[in-house]
């Protein structure tokens, strides 16, 4: 039991703390600069009367007909006199709405530069910034922003979020809680929180943070995937089976909480189950669901467990990837051979090889198999192939090293240990080495 659970935590399908940094928040970044068409009055500047009267002409246009909305606006500025920083700025909410960012940065910038208390000229380059991930930049702005009076939770939020991406989690911790206490219901900002509670390790917080996101959110998949990973942080790996089959049942989860669930079965020792789990995988997934049944296959023939490994494999779809054909035919031969059926074994490797003549793994099995039948030649013959893979050149130099030993062929057994050792070091092998070389020395004297 204790070798099936080493090998089968093994596969367990997400890092425990895989949350990274998170996408973007969903949000409107259009919206929000479309709504800040209107003035705040004594805290940023106005228009001229003439700025004004051509800004009321074009304000029913702006959200359908931005384009010629733009042009009005433009034929302003070819005027000698330079617009007022209120102009400025509406014209950077156009040119941000039609996608001219690079032109959007600079009206936004002369208004500010001109008029430094400008607060929704510091938050649309801020948010100009965050939509470019520009996140650096964005940080100044919306600080800027808050600064001068801005307590709108989506401008905490964002600064949170900025901060988030730019490593600094203290600061970004405390934008993120400002964002909640404004809107306590915001799964952006809540998300946020949780990555860097989750980041630093702290599962009680984080917890609570994902209890209230599936409670206001139950479909969201993710959320029962982040919840059980927490909980496999914590080392509470029964409470993380119980919530994941809680999902499964209610049609919650998905593919990647369906194979989570059967890995984690897998490790408990509940072979059953898991095969069951992992057979849901397949449909939405093959590719997935195949790589994680002979995954599950393979760490059930290293734990000893035949007859369970039998069922799993014979559980896969008659259909399987060029790549998972190879490994379906080794694990075969793997089962064969620990049921000491060598040329039922031999049979599989010699039809993987005829798939891939390189495989290095499978010529070491096939010698491996020869060996135990006592065909010392052909043994030699399939780890001398295996020696010139990748993937096997090390094991075949070591085996044929033992031949040539029990051969006392002692100038051929230093070859291959040398070969070896040149492909990896060990103190074994080289203590090895050394007490061949000793008998070298008196099979000569």
């Known amino acids: 039991m204790k070798n099936i659970a080493r090998y089968a935590y093994l596969f367990l399908l997400l890092p425990v703390l895989g949350l990274g940094a998170g996408s973007n928040p969903q949000l409107d970044p259009k919206r929000i600069v479309n709504e800040s068409n209107g003035f705040l009055k004594e805290r940023?500047?106005?228009?001229?009367?003439?700025?004004?009267?051509?800004?009321?002409?074009?304000?029913?246009?702006?959200?359908?007909?931005?384009?010629?909305?733009?042009?009005?606006?433009?034929?302003?500025?070819?005027?000698?006199?330079?617009?007022s920083p209120a102009f400025e700025f509406i014209l950077g909410n156009v040119y941000f709405s039609t996608g001219q960012t690079d032109r959007a940065e600079a009206s936004y910038r002369s208004a500010i530069n001109r008029y430094p208390t400008f607060l929704r000229g510091w938050?649309?380059?801020?948010?100009?910034?965050?939509?470019?991930?520009?996140?650096?930049?964005?940080?100044?702005?919306?600080?800027?922003?808050?600064?001068?009076?801005?307590?709108?939770?989506?401008?905490?939020?964002?600064?949170?979020?900025?901060?988030?991406?730019?490593?600094?989690?203290?600061?970004?911790?405390?934008?993120?809680?400002?964002?909640?206490?404004?809107?306590?219901?915001?799964?952006?900002?809540?998300?946020?929180?949780?990555?860097?509670?989750?980041?630093?390790?702290?599962?009680?917080?984080?917890?609570?943070?994902?209890?209230?996101l599936i409670k206001d959110h139950p479909a969201e998949t993710r959320h029962w995937l982040t919840y059980a990973n927490i909980l496999l942080a914590d080392n509470r790996k029964l409470e993380a089976i119980a919530l994941l089959e809680a999902s499964a049942t209610t049609g919650v989860a998905g593919t990647e909480e369906l194979a989570l669930l059967a890995d984690l079965y897998a490790e408990q020792g509940l072979y059953r189950e898991a095969l069951a789990i992992y057979q849901k995988v397949l449909v939405p997934s093959p590719a997935l669901g195949e790589h994680k049944l002979l995954t599950f296959a393979q760490a059930l023939i290293a734990g000893g467990r035949a007859q369970e490994a039998k069922a799993v494999l014979a559980a896969l779809p008659k259909e399987l990837t060029p790549e998972g054909r190879l490994t379906w035919l080794q694990a075969r031969s793997d089962l064969f051979a620990a049921q000491k059926k060598w040329p039922e074994a031999r049979q599989e490797l010699q039809e993987l090889l005829k798939l891939a003549p390189l495989n290095g793994k499978a010529l070491l099995s096939l010698g491996f198999a020869y060996a135990a039948e006592g065909d010392t030649p052909r043994a030699t013959f399939a780890f001398e192939a295996a020696a010139n893979t990748p993937g096997g050149a090390y094991r075949a130099c070591l085996e044929l090293a033992n031949i040539e030993l029990r051969n006392r062929h002692y100038d051929k057994c230093v070859e291959y240990l040398d070969k070896a050792l040149h492909i990896e070091k060990t103190p074994a092998i080289e203590d090895y080495l050394a007490r061949v070389k000793t008998l070298t020395a008196k099979s000569a004297d």
């Open 123 to 212: 938050s649309n380059l801020g948010v100009l910034y965050y939509t470019a991930d520009r996140f650096t930049e964005a940080i100044p702005c919306f600080s800027k922003s808050i600064t001068l009076g801005d307590r709108d939770p989506t401008t905490f939020g964002l600064l949170g979020y900025c901060l988030e991406r730019t490593g600094n989690v203290v600061a970004a911790e405390m934008a993120y809680m400002q964002a909640l206490a404004g809107d306590p219901a915001s799964a952006n900002w809540m998300e946020g929180l949780l990555r860097i509670y989750v980041q630093g390790k702290q599962y009680a917080r984080a917890e609570s943070l994902v209890k209230n």
């Open 44 to 83: 940023e500047p106005e228009m001229t009367a003439e700025e004004y009267a051509l800004y009321e002409k074009v304000a029913t246009m702006l959200p359908t007909q931005p384009e010629f909305a733009l042009k009005l606006l433009e034929a302003m500025v070819n005027e000698k006199e330079p617009p």
